[in-house]
Nanobody, 117 residues
Framework: QVHLVESGGGLVQTGGSLRLSCVASGRTLSDYVIRWFRQAPGKERDFVAALRWSDDYRNYQDSVKGRFTISRDNAKNTVYLQMNSLTPEDTAVYYC??????????WGQGTQVTVSS
């Protein structure tokens, strides 16, 4: 089982930046894809970015390309989401997800990001 803990959310003004962290424990991540999702009030949970641990392949939702960067620290078993040029439309609870090659899904508890106009 993989245990995920997110942190780094908060309140920021439009145009500001935040860096979210997702610390993983319990398993080595070599067979996992780590993904960030977000869920705004009254909306579905949407994919934001992903990083495949085995080869560092990354992809992003179109609306965050060029603004958000997903990265990792192998030694800390941590995945980051650097978010720049934030807008109120980025306001949501951000969740970290680990999906194994076998399709198992693990979720963190989420961290709130609020962007004021």
């Amino acid at each position: 089982q993989v245990h995920l803990v997110e942190s780094g959310g908060g309140l920021v003004q439009t145009g500001g930046s935040l860096r979210l962290s997702c610390v993983a424990s319990g398993r080595t991540l070599s067979d996992y894809v780590i993904r960030w999702f977000r869920q705004a009030p009254g909306k579905e949970r949407d994919f934001v970015a992903a990083l495949r641990w085995s080869d560092d392949y990354r992809n992003y939702q179109d609306s965050v390309k060029g603004r958000f960067t997903i990265s990792r620290d192998n030694a800390k078993n941590t995945v980051y989401l650097q978010m720049n040029s934030l807008t109120p439309e980025d306001t949501a609870v951000y969740y970290c997800n680990a999906r194994s090659l076998g399709g198992e899904d693990y979720w963190g508890q989420g961290t709130q990001v609020t962007v004021s106009s």
